[in-house]
């Protein structure tokens, strides 16, 4: 059965290399990878952020087509799809007491294998109401005692037994007012006044600001959403940074670069750091700016420079969490466009780490980009939603919303749903294995060439 159910999510083969024109592939994939069946079956998967305003984790769940955005998919069948999708991604959760990875699923799915393993990796279950059995308690019992967290969805009728195991409970924010998201914090800690509260489904950041104001232990959804940014002047700190990037695409000499450079000490010194890290492998110490700008070459250096700017912001722990989201957004990128845009790995990867710019430095794209030199196509992708990135750049956006993609996107990205579950779990390994999201790890990454 797990075969089957392997085959479902993951297909039964890796896809070929196109041979003819990209539009010619997609049409001919079509046909049989998007069925309803297969698109039923698209993870989505969100940054879980703590009360602290750090990021914590991961939510990963199932989502339907045709169905409401925010009603999951917790029939036996799709639960066992979804343990079995994430069940590469447990490792980096298991080495990791700092990060939690939350996972929706129904009753029905308690007795399955998976769940001891989960339950190993102390992960936190976060359990859909309806199809409690007689043996359901007794269940989570057992898991509970193997290390398993149990979060339990309000408002919503749970026998007295179950409240009393729980460690923690979830509100969704999805058509609710901040009136009753505290009625919700105020309930829960009525049952349970050591338990966590989760908010799930946030739009936007006004309401995650007030999820944090009332005490929320953890939030997930679109945190950083603005529908309008002031357009005004950036912060003196970004545009200095956004010079030298203007510099360095334009292909200026070292030593112009260098002197740019200079006038911020701490970025000369994280620049040095950069060229005379292991991962450089040089003999001998790099000691000035204008050698470490030829050490790292102008495509690890671009990238690096993009990443410092999430260093910029004045809300540090803030700048870190959309850091890690451009990151996963740009890594996604590269993977979904592997084999309808082979040789731009690094215009898609720029534009996923440029696509979170507008709420680090809370401005309008536009106006950060106006006086930026890039690529047009990550221009066109970022500011027109046009262009060969930009479907990309959309799927990989989708991939953190609780509405799915549609199966128009899918076919524009000539990406099978089983194929775009494959990519999104590839990333999340990738990026939760690494024991720090740091520059150097980017900027030594072997797709500049």
């Known amino acids: 059965m797990f075969k089957r159910l392997r085959a479902l999510i993951f297909g039964s083969k890796a896809p070929e290399p196109s041979?003819?024109?990209?539009?010619?592939?997609?049409?001919?994939?079509?046909?049989?990878?998007?069925?309803?069946e297969a698109l039923s079956h698209l993870l989505a998967v969100e940054t879980v952020v703590d009360r602290n305003g750090r990021s914590a984790g991961k939510f990963i769940r199932l989502r339907q087509h045709g169905a409401h955005p925010h009603v999951s998919v917790h029939s036996l069948h799709e639960d066992a799809i979804l343990l079995e999708s994430i069940h590469r991604l447990l490792a980096p959760f298991c080495t990791s007491d700092n990060r939690i990875l939350l996972v929706e699923l129904g009753a029905a799915s308690l007795p399955h294998p998976i769940m001891d393993e989960l339950a190993a990796c102390k992960a936190v279950l976060l359990l859909a109401p309806g199809g409690l059995k007689p043996d359901t308690l007794q269940r989570l019992q057992q898991l509970k005692t193997e290390g398993l967290r149990l979060a339990l969805?309000?408002?919503?009728?749970?026998?007295?037994?179950?409240?009393?195991?729980?460690?923690?409970?979830?509100?969704?924010?999805?058509?609710?007012?901040?009136?009753?998201?505290?009625?919700?914090?105020?309930?829960?800690?009525?049952?349970?006044?050591?338990?966590?509260?989760?908010?799930?489904?946030?739009?936007?950041?006004e309401e995650y600001a007030w999820c944090r104001s009332i005490g929320c232990h953890y939030a997930a959804g679109r945190l950083f959403r603005n529908p309008d940014w002031p357009d005004e002047p950036l912060d003196p700190g970004f545009v200095h940074v956004l010079d030298i990037l203007n510099k360095v695409r334009q292909e200026a000499e070292p030593a112009e670069i260098a002197r740019a450079m200079k006038s911020d000490p701490l970025l000369s010194f994280r620049l040095l750091a950069q060229a005379n890290s292991a991962s450089q492998g040089l003999a001998h110490k790099v000691e000035s700016i204008e050698q470490a700008v030829v050490v790292v070459g102008r495509c690890r250096l671009y990238r690096w420079l993009v990443l410092l700017l999430y260093a910029k912001g004045k809300h540090p722990e803030e700048g870190l969490i959309l850091q890690e989201m451009a990151q996963v957004r740009a890594e996604l990128?590269?993977?979904?466009?592997?084999?309808?845009?082979?040789?731009e790995d690094e215009g898609l990867y720029l534009t996923?780490?440029?696509?979170?710019?507008?709420?680090?430095?809370?401005?309008?794209?536009?106006?950060?980009?106006?006086?930026?030199?890039?690529?047009?196509?990550?221009?066109?992708?970022?500011?027109?939603?046009s262009g060969p990135y930009a479907p990309f750049l959309a799927l990989a956006e989708a991939a953190e919303q609780a509405e799915p993609p549609s199966r128009d996107l899918l076919a524009a990205c000539g990406i099978a749903p089983h194929d775009f579950n494959r990519c999104l779990l590839d990333t999340l390994i990738d990026t939760e294995s690494a024991e720090q999201e740091t520059i150097e790890r980017v900027s030594t990454s072997p797709r500049c060439v």
């Open 19 to 36: 041979t003819g024109t990209a539009t010619a592939a997609r049409a001919a994939d079509e046909p049989a990878s998007f069925t309803p």
């Open 153 to 205: 969805c309000l408002p919503c009728s749970w026998p007295q037994e179950l409240l009393a195991l729980a460690d923690g409970f979830a509100f969704s924010f999805d058509g609710h007012t901040p009136v009753e998201a505290a009625e919700f914090v105020e309930t829960s800690r009525r049952i349970s006044p050591k338990a966590s509260q989760i908010v799930i489904d946030i739009g936007w950041r």
């Open 333 to 343: 990128m590269v993977r979904l466009g592997a084999r309808y845009l082979p040789g």
């Open 352 to 385: 996923g780490l440029f696509s979170m710019l507008e709420p680090l430095m809370q401005r309008p794209l536009a106006r950060i980009l106006a006086d930026v030199d890039v690529q047009t196509q990550v221009r066109q992708a970022l500011l027109e939603n």
